[in-house]
């Protein structure tokens, strides 16, 4: 069983800074952290930032320059470094972590922005 779990988020002053964590777990096989998205009240998740499959990493517009996806030497964990923050980046912030195929997705963690 594949478990996918965030931390970090919380609540910010616009501004301010957050780093987001993730940790993905369950398998002696390669498990590949994936990315960011994110989901805004009443809106459909959207993503952030991800590692892609030639090993790049892709920004939204809206956070290029301001957010900074990285992950250690192990590719089951990965962090969000959020500088800048705007109340539009308010949401829960999701990990997706992928396993043979499949997509893993945590729970998520609340990023609030104040304004």
């Known amino acids: 069983q594949v478990q996918v779990v965030e931390s970090g988020g919380g609540l910010v002053q616009a501004g301010g800074s957050l780093r987001l964590s993730c940790a993905a777990s369950?398998?002696?096989?390669?498990?590949?952290?994936m990315g960011w998205y994110r989901q805004a009240p009443g809106k459909q998740r959207e993503l952030v930032a991800v590692f892609t499959d030639s090993g790049r990493r892709d920004y939204a517009d809206s956070v290029k320059g301001r957010f900074t996806i990285s992950r250690d030497n192990v590719p089951t964990t990965a962090y969000l470094q959020m500088n800048g923050l705007k109340a539009e980046d308010t949401g829960v912030y999701y990990c997706?972590?992928?396993?043979?195929?499949?997509?893993?997705w945590g729970k998520g963690t609340l990023v609030t922005v104040s304004s």
């Open positions: 997706k972590a992928r396993f043979l195929g499949m997509d893993y």
């Open positions: 369950g398998s002696i096989f390669s498990i590949n952290v």
